[in-house]
C-alpha cells in the first residue's frame, strides 16, 4: 500500500514536499516514483528512483526544480519540488514496479491514491 500526503494549493514559486509511505510488500528491487495527471493534458512520469542503488529519473518538465529522494528506515518516497509553476497543477500519484517504464507511464504495479497539487 502507497500513501501519499504532502500535497495542497501552493502559490507560484513554492516548494512543497511530497511524501509517499509504502506498507505491505517489499518495494527493496523496485522502481518508485512519482507521475501526475493534470485536467485536460496526458499522463506524465515525473520522476523516479530505483530502491537499491539509487539511480532517478527525471521528466525534462522537471529537472532540475524537482528532487526525488528515499528513506529507506522510514519506508518513505519523497519528491522535494522547487519553484513550481501553474502548469505543475495535478493530482500526483506514488508509484511502484519493477520495471521502470511502468512507472513513468503511470501503469505500475503499486500506485497510491494521489495528492492533489494545485499552483497558482
Known amino acids: 500500500q502507497l500513501v501519499e500526503s504532502g500535497g495542497g494549493s501552493v502559490q507560484a514559486g513554492g516548494s512543497p514536499r511530497l511524501s509517499c509511505t509504502a506498507s505491505g510488500n517489499g518495494y527493496s528491487s523496485y522502481y518508485m516514483g512519482w507521475f501526475r495527471q493534470g485536467s485536460g493534458v496526458e499522463r506524465e512520469g515525473v520522476a523516479a528512483i530505483r530502491t537499491a542503488g539509487g539511480s532517478t529519473y527525471y521528466a525534462d518538465s522537471v529537472k532540475g526544480r524537482f528532487t526525488i529522494s528515499q528513506d529507506n528506515a522510514k519506508n518513505t518516497l519523497y519528491l522535494e519540488m522547487n519553484s513550481l509553476k501553474p502548469e505543475d497543477t495535478a493530482m500526483y500519484y506514488c508509484?511502484?514496479?519493477?520495471?521502470?517504464?511502468?512507472?513513468?507511464?503511470?501503469?505500475?504495479?503499486?500506485r497510491g491514491q494521489g495528492t492533489q497539487v494545485t499552483v497558482s
Open positions: 508509484a511502484a514496479d519493477g520495471a521502470l517504464s511502468m512507472v513513468v507511464r503511470g501503469a505500475a504495479r503499486y
